[in-house]
């Protein structure tokens, strides 16, 4: 079974400081991992993915990712927010070993950045 | 980028219709698609997956017969929503892969509000 966990419901950043939304994993396998971003009313926009090779991954919008394998963690940061990137986060999980294409998402973390 | 398109974006209809949500890849074909389901403030909740000329796979405790899916082609998947009732509600989600190690391209969902 594949599960993630992000531990915070909300994350308060003020403009221009760096942002960190966390996200944590459980697969049997090796994960392939994904960062998603929704805002109100819309669909899951793709922000970044690991696969394999380097465990800090770059992704859209100045967001980039670090593979933590011993913690087993991939949180999202961002070295200085925007109040553009308040929204609705997702940390999704596929266990490569696993069959088919499932996606398991984690809850969510809504981040609010303030001017 | 991969694009996928949701029509209708938002449903407002009588208790005892059944109503039909398209999911169409624009500019790809995909391989699985999957429908997903959203509350208020919630993560997703996948429904089922579908692949392209077979039966949809769904997830446990979720009606085969209310939620009717449809995969005819590798651009085009339905969810169709049988006597809808006020309970069936919410935000619904669908999105296109094209491969275990590809993410997931969403549409912009369907808000359904069932009176």
């Known amino acids: 079974a594949q599960s993630v966990a992000q531990p915070e419901d909300q994350v308060n950043v003020a403009e221009g400081n760096p942002l960190t939304v966390k996200c944590t994993y459980s697969v049997s396998g090796n994960p392939y991992l994904f960062w998603y971003v929704q805002y109100p009313n819309r669909g899951l926009q793709f922000l970044l993915k690991y696969i394999t090779g380097d465990n800090l991954v770059k992704g859209s919008y100045g967001f980039e990712a670090e593979f933590n394998k011993s913690q087993t963690s991939f949180h999202l940061k961002k070295p200085s927010a925007l109040v553009s990137d308040s929204a609705l986060y997702f940390c999704a999980v596929r266990d490569i070993q696993a069959a088919g294409n499932k996606l398991t998402f984690g809850g969510g973390t809504r981040v609010l950045v303030k001017p | 980028g991969a694009v996928v398109s949701q029509h209708p974006s938002w449903v407002i209809c009588k208790s005892g219709t059944s109503v039909k949500i398209e999911c169409r890849s624009l500019d790809f074909q995909a391989t699985t698609m999957f429908w997903y389901r959203q509350f208020p403030k919630q993560s997703l909740m996948l429904m089922a997956t579908?692949?392209?000329?077979?039966?949809?796979?769904?997830e446990q405790g979720v009606e085969k017969d209310k939620f009717l899916i449809n995969h005819a082609s590798l651009t085009l998947s339905t969810l169709t929503v049988t006597s809808a009732h006020p309970e069936d509600s919410s935000f619904y989600i669908c999105s296109a892969g094209q491969g275990v190690n590809q993410p997931q391209h969403f549409g912009d969902g369907t808000r359904l509000s069932i009176l």
């Open positions: 579908s692949n392209e000329g077979s039966k949809a796979t769904y």
